[in-house]
């Protein structure tokens, strides 16, 4: 594998792109191919075979493009479609978005109760309960599906009062009592990080996948000596283009970028 090989990010939407953003800003050098699948967001709405068809055809997309690895930057897709990805690309790195959190979490010796919110996809597949009491039963996780927080980010209100008001009102549900740690189990929730971080007067550690992916994902090119040598050219490709959609990726990503249109991965 060509070391200067681009790294593959996916999801249904723009919230990946928090998760690219956090891959630039630590690893300047790798090339980044982006592919937000706008034709069938939001996943976390979606069946589980639904995802692990989108997911399959994606990563394939990937591996015609000699990607050295494939970011699931969807907590959805990594909890039904991880495997189904690594059985299509056994050559390529497959790194999901929930394995590097769980692994904060269950190497931390301060923690007592997990609160994770995310979509009705990735609570309903119970997989940070399961993956976190696996290796240590003494962490209580209280987790709360919050469906409407994509689709609004996605339509752009975010750390406005809309934004602030559906986020309280969610957090104050009592399936959250009593949390010390709150993982954010969705890409796009970075993007409402304050307005969170807000709704506790109390000092509670919020923890986003984007930062801990990319320093994982740091360890794992080193370790294969993957590391690229010299920067390259982003590209940003989607399977339904929409104007509104480019807007709100040139904000997100933080640089002028383009989309490519590609209607035939399906």
Do not use: W
């Not at 997309?61 to 990594?78: D, G, H, L, R, Y």
């Not at 995310?118 to 009491?133: A, E, F, L, M, R």
């Amino acid at each position: 594998m060509n070391k200067d090989n681009p790294i593959g990010i996916f999801d249904s939407g723009i919230g990946g792109l928090t998760v690219a953003k956090a891959i630039r800003s630590l690893l300047p050098h790798e090339s980044l191919l982006y592919f937000g699948d706008t034709k069938h967001l939001p996943y976390g709405e979606k069946s589980a075979h639904a995802i692990q068809e989108c997911s399959k055809n994606i990563a394939l997309f990937f591996k015609q493009k000699n990607c050295k690895m494939i970011v699931i930057a969807c907590n959805t897709a990594s909890s039904v479609a991880y495997e189904t990805i690594k059985n299509e690309c056994p050559k390529i790195e497959i790194i999901n978005v929930i394995d590097p959190i769980v692994k904060r979490i269950t190497t931390s010796n301060d923690t007592n109760t997990i609160g994770v919110i995310g979509t009705k996809g990735t609570i309903n597949s119970d997989v940070y309960p399961q993956k976190i009491k696996s290796i240590n039963q003494n962490i209580s996780v209280k987790s709360l599906a919050t469906p409407l927080l994509a689709a609004m980010i996605e339509e752009g209100f975010f750390n406005d009062k809309i934004s602030q008001a559906i986020v309280h009102n969610y957090l104050k549900d009592p399936a959250l009592e009593g949390i010390d740690k709150l993982i954010l189990a969705c890409t796009h929730y970075p993007l409402i990080h304050e307005v969170i971080r807000d709704f506790y007067p109390q000092e509670i550690d919020i923890i986003d996948s984007a930062s801990q992916v990319a320093l994982h994902i740091k360890d794992v090119l080193t370790d294969k000596q993957l590391i690229a040598n010299q920067s390259q050219k982003h590209r940003f490709y989607v399977s339904d283009y929409t104007l509104s959609f480019e807007k709100s990726a040139k904000f997100f990503f933080g640089e002028d970028i383009h989309l490519e249109e590609v209607s035939t991965i399906h």
